[in-house]
């Protein structure tokens, strides 16, 4: 696993979304999986600068995303279908039909099995980008004593519940179960990347990159078994933690 030190959260957001231009300038029709929350916004508004300035062209790129809320629709303006869409989407030449977000309504079990074929479809993602929960949850796979390795219904802890209730009215609006997908698909991208900011995160990303320690109690460990994952954090972050590179 390699760790990558930045001097500021934004340098983070531009070395990723460097990451991504040149993949893409290799590659014009690679497969990303797609990270939401507060973390990868800055990262793809870059995105959409460089596509306004002819540095990216996503016509031929298709994306699959990692989760979904349970019971709210794809027009709900915390749905991640919704997120995505205003925050990158509707900004940058990729035709919607190329996107995939997991469907929140109807039959979940059934949504969480298309999610699982989208994650097969043409291949493992050549990208997959990820943020990280205080407790080192990636995606909506929880800490536990078990993890699931494919794309499946999740119950959400009362600290991720706690987490997202900033974005809803109210505690009782937050979506309580999220199809995800799991563990074994995360791993399976040919390179995984993972992005981290703020003091929060820190007993998270201890667990990751301070000792070879593999535990479900923070799912983000099993990034320790990928031949190319990447880490990058701030050095903020990185002097919280201890670490010296």
Do not use: W
């Amino acid at each position: 696993m390699k760790v990558i030190v930045t001097k500021s959260y934004d340098e983070t957001c531009t070395v990723i979304a460097e990451m991504i231009r040149d993949l893409i300038a290799r590659k014009p029709d690679a497969k990303l999986g797609l990270a939401t929350g507060g973390t990868p916004v800055p990262i793809y508004q870059k995105l959409i600068q460089m596509n306004r300035e002819g540095q990216i062209d996503f016509s031929q790129v298709h994306t699959v995303n990692l989760d979904e809320y349970c019971g709210i629709p794809g027009t709900h303006e915390q749905s991640y279908r919704y997120f995505m869409d205003s925050n990158l989407f509707d900004h940058i030449n990729i035709p919607k039909a190329n996107t995939f977000v997991a469907n929140g309504m109807g039959d979940f079990e059934a949504n969480a099995q298309e999610l699982e074929q989208k994650v097969r479809e043409g291949g493992p993602a050549d990208f997959q980008l990820l943020g990280i929960g205080n407790n080192g949850h990636i995606a909506f796979n929880e800490a536990s004593d078990h993890l699931i390795s494919v794309a499946h219904v999740e119950n959400l802890t009362e600290s991720t519940i706690n987490a997202n209730a900033r974005f809803f009215e109210k505690k009782e609006d937050v979506p309580t179960r999220a199809i995800t997908m799991g563990m074994g698909d995360i791993l399976a991208a040919k390179t995984v990347v993972l992005a981290a900011t703020g003091l929060a995160k820190v007993p998270a990303i201890k667990g990751l990159i301070m000792d070879d320690v593999i535990t479900t109690q923070n799912p983000s460990t099993l990034l320790k078994l990928h031949e190319n994952a990447v880490v990058v954090i701030d050095k903020e972050l990185a002097d919280a933690v201890g670490y010296q590179g």
